[in-house]
């Protein structure tokens, strides 16, 4: 199976400077961890082509992105604040992360590739007219709009960032090619306050957004039976051709950010199973991106190295030990492997329904909210 990494040193300078949370060390702890380890040796490893501006106004809007360019703080544009201040060359560098995940999204659309990711990219709350969540440009967004251009009829999108994918969802709300998977953290506690079961498509789309709002404090066990009791049913309904997934690992119990309590292995037990629903639905044909994820050194680079060698093909085993090379160059004093020594079993939502619990209560709510739309049955 072939698989690429959209990859360049120019990618990181999406920089918003060294006392906020969107650092670029992010990503490139996890490109360091995933060369050492040897992962990258199994990717085709290729640079984003140059800045295409055409793609940026597929998805946003002529006078935001004037806006972007003149590198000036504007409200209305939500430039300049405290989640997004302004950084130098920030239309440059926020169009080349958008270039280079449509570059992903070429590659396996022609079948240059069969998976293609770019983990620069996952900047998932960027609205068509404004920035939002330290997103500027919407690469996911302009990803499948490119597709939708090249007549792909049904793009399947799954965000497993803490925080609702809503800048995603606001753009193709109501197009019924598109589906928008969202499992996130309640909106009634975490930015961005929205991803209610209830935001369940527009009119001319019934069904096609998909929220499942979960409780704070939902760990692996509960993370990963929620998405079982939804994500699967809904992309068989509908019988995407190519799978788009945004992994924000912000859901870690690490994470400064958000409330949830996933593990690395809880993490990397989601990519192993979007890889498959990749394979049963699309014929492997999967883009992913990265996203938020705020425990710089503990955490990201071993949910991305995760996720570029299930990419790869070859996914690495949870116990394998952090190399010390590496655990030098990040001065890492917290794990030293692969894993959180966390269990990753769960019981299925179908094998019985339990009214006491908040995450049952939040997973029949999206299925009863969507399932009826696709033909599905809510309760069983």
Wanted: contains cysteine; charged residues 20%; proline residues 9%.
């Amino acid at each position: 199976m072939s698989a690429r990494l959209i990859y360049g040193e120019e990618l990181t300078r999406y920089d918003f400077g060294p006392h906020h949370p969107m650092g670029p060390g992010r990503v490139r702890g996890a490109i360091s961890l995933a060369r050492q380890l040897g992962v990258l040796d199994r990717l085709e490893v290729v640079p984003p082509p140059p800045l295409d501006e055409s793609l940026i106004t597929t998805v946003h809007t002529p006078d935001y992105v004037e806006a972007v360019k003149s590198g000036r703080p504007d409200a209305q544009y939500g430039l300049g604040t405290t989640d997004n201040p302004i950084f130098p060359q920030m239309h440059d560098i926020a169009g080349l992360v958008l270039t280079a995940s449509v570059t992903a999204a070429e590659a396996v659309w022609t079948g240059a590739a069969r998976r293609a990711c770019n983990i620069s990219g996952g900047l998932h709350h960027a609205m068509p007219a404004s920035a939002s969540g330290f997103c500027v440009y919407n690469d996911v967004a302009a990803a499948i709009h490119w597709l939708l251009d090249q007549g792909c009829e049904r793009v399947g999108y799954v965000d497993v960032d803490v925080h609702h994918g809503d800048g995603v969802q606001t753009i193709f709300y109501d197009d019924p090619r598109v589906t928008t998977i969202s499992l996130h953290q309640s909106p009634t506690c975490l930015f961005p306050g929205t991803g209610f079961p209830t935001e369940t498509g527009g009119p001319d789309a019934p069904g096609s957004a998909v929220n499942v709002a979960l409780p704070p404090g939902t760990d692996d066990r509960d993370w990963l039976r929620a998405f079982h009791a939804v994500a699967p049913d809904v992309l068989r309904a509908f019988e995407p051709q190519v799978l788009l997934t945004q992994h924000g690992c912000d859901t870690h119990r690490s994470d400064p950010l958000a409330d949830l309590d996933l593990s690395v292995d809880g993490q990397r037990a989601s990519y192993l199973a979007l890889a498959e629903l990749a394979a049963e639905l699309c014929d492997g044909r999967w883009i992913s991106t990265g996203g938020g994820g705020y425990a710089s050194a503990s955490v990201v680079p071993r949910a991305w190295t995760h996720l570029l060698a299930i990419v790869s093909g070859e996914p690495v085993p949870p116990d394998t030990p952090l190399p010390q090379a590496w655990l030098d160059e990040a001065d890492q004093v917290g794990p030293k492997s692969m894993s959180d020594g966390a269990e990753v079993s769960f019981s299925r939502f179908e094998h019985g329904y339990d009214p006491a619990s908040a995450l049952d209560r939040a997973i029949l709510a999206t299925r009863r909210a969507v399932f009826p739309d696709l033909g599905l049955d809510p309760e069983f």
